[in-house]
C-alpha cells in the first residue's frame, strides 16, 4: 500500500483545461505503476490513464485519448493527468491508484486495485 493524494480538480468550460496532481510521500513510490480513473454520479468508477513506473509506457482510454496526457516525476513523487478539450462528459471525481504489478491497466477492474486516493472533483459546464 502507498498513501496517495490527488489535486487539481475544479470548475471549467467546455473546451478548457485541468492538470490533476497524484503526490506519494514515500521514497518507493516509484516502484508503483499510478492509474487515474473517474467517477461520475450514478454511475461505475471507470478507467481514464495509467503510466508505468518508469513513465515510458501511457494508456488511455477511448473516451481520452488524444485529449489526455498522463506524465510522471519519480524525482517529485507525482504524477500528472493534462486534460485539454474538456467536455461535460468528464465531469467527475478523479481517483488516482497505485500497483506493484507492471502489467496492462486495461481490463482491470477498480476491486482489484489496494492504493487509492480520496479523489478530486473536476466538473465541466454546458
Known amino acids: 500500500q502507498v498513501q496517495l493524494v490527488e489535486s487539481g480538480g475544479g470548475l471549467v468550460q467546455t473546451g478548457g483545461s485541468l492538470r490533476l496532481s497524484c503526490v506519494s510521500s514515500?521514497?518507493?513510490?516509484?516502484?508503483?505503476?499510478v492509474g487515474w480513473f473517474r467517477q461520475a454520479p450514478g454511475k461505475e468508477r471507470e478507467f481514464v490513464a495509467a503510466?508505468?513506473?518508469?513513465?515510458?509506457?501511457?494508456s488511455y482510454s477511448n473516451s481520452v485519448k488524444g485529449r489526455f496526457t498522463i506524465s510522471r516525476d519519480n524525482a517529485k513523487n507525482t504524477v500528472d493527468l493534462q486534460m485539454n478539450s474538456l467536455k461535460p462528459e468528464d465531469t467527475g471525481v478523479y481517483y488516482c491508484?497505485?500497483?506493484?504489478?507492471?502489467?496492462?491497466?486495461?481490463?482491470?477492474?477498480?476491486?482489484?486495485?489496494?492504493?487509492w486516493g480520496q479523489g478530486t472533483q473536476v466538473t465541466v459546464s454546458s
Open positions: 491508484a497505485a500497483r506493484l504489478s507492471g502489467s496492462s491497466w486495461l481490463g482491470l477492474t477498480p476491486s482489484e486495485i489496494r492504493s
Open positions: 514515500g521514497r518507493t513510490f516509484i516502484i508503483y505503476s
Open positions: 503510466i508505468s513506473r518508469s513513465g515510458d509506457s501511457t
